[in-house]
């Protein structure tokens, strides 16, 4: 059974940066990609940002610019920089592993910003 450790969470100012960190307990290159998504009260859980096992990146039109998805094999982490953040950018953000048969999910951590 795969776990996903999150950290990086917190409340922050509009303007303010924070960064998310996600670790495996397996290695981050075995899986086909790594990403985030987040999930706003009353909305559907959304992906925010991803990056394929071969380092190709996306990421959603609202955060193109302020967030930047990269990772550390050496630290066996995924981070999520988090920059210019906006009220709208309040949500649980879930990290996730993907595999052919099957996807894994962090435990979430809360990102609030204030106006």
């Known amino acids: 059974q795969v776990q996903l450790v999150e950290s990086g969470g917190g409340l922050v100012q509009a303007g303010g940066s924070l960064r998310l960190s996600c670790t495996p307990s397996?290695?981050?290159?075995?899986?086909?990609?790594m990403g985030w998504y987040r999930e706003a009260p009353g909305k559907q859980r959304d992906l925010v940002a991803q990056?394929?096992?071969?380092?190709?990146?996306n990421y959603a039109n609202s955060v193109k610019g302020r967030f930047t998805i990269s990772r550390d094999g050496a630290m066996n982490t995924i981070y999520l920089q988090m920059n210019s953040l906006k009220p709208e950018d309040t949500a649980v953000y879930y990290c996730?592993?993907?595999?052919?048969?099957?996807?894994?999910w962090g435990q979430g951590t809360q990102v609030t910003v204030s106006s």
């Open positions: 996730i592993a993907k595999r052919t048969v099957r996807d894994y």
């Open positions: 397996g290695s981050i290159f075995s899986f086909s990609a």
């Open positions: 990056i394929t096992n071969g380092g190709a990146t």
